[in-house]
């Protein structure tokens, strides 16, 4: 499933990272899982509001039967990530939901460095 993911999500990243070391390759795979999946939610037609609300809960709360969050919290620990980096991340696909204009440069700047 995991590499269905990645593959259908982006087949220039996921053939690139065919050159990878394998553990390297698992790793990258994770974390392009983590968000294709996120962004899905927000990008769907119909956006899927609901979706992506309990996936952010679940992911906020460090707890969920998702293999993908499961597997993105394992490597969160492997790494050592910075949890304000997921937070920030889905905090910007939060705003594709409904946020069209930002008012302010800090404004779009707190979004560009969620959603990179």
């Known amino acids: 499933m995991r590499n269905s ?3 259908r999500g982006s087949t220039t990243y996921y053939y690139a990272s065919t050159f ?3 553990k390297v390759r698992s790793d990258v795979e994770i974390l392009y899982n983590f968000v ?9 037609v119909p956006q899927n ?5 309990e996936f952010k809960r679940e992911y906020l709360a460090e707890k969920s039967d998702n293999i993908i969050l499961r597997q993105f919290f394992e490597l969160e620990r492997k ?5 304000d980096w997921g937070t920030a ?5 939060e705003q594709d939901l409904t946020k069209r ?6 404004d779009l700047e707190e979004y560009m460095y969620g959603s990179a």
């Open 89 to 93: 991340f889905l905090n910007a696909m």
């Open 36 to 44: 294709r999946v996120a962004d899905d939610y927000v990008d769907a």
């Open 101 to 106: 204009e930002y008012e302010t440069i800090e």
């Open 49 to 53: 509001r609901d979706g992506f609300m």
């Open 20 to 22: 990878f070391p394998r």
């Open 5 to 7: 993911i990645f593959k």
């Open 79 to 83: 790494y050592n990530f910075d949890r």
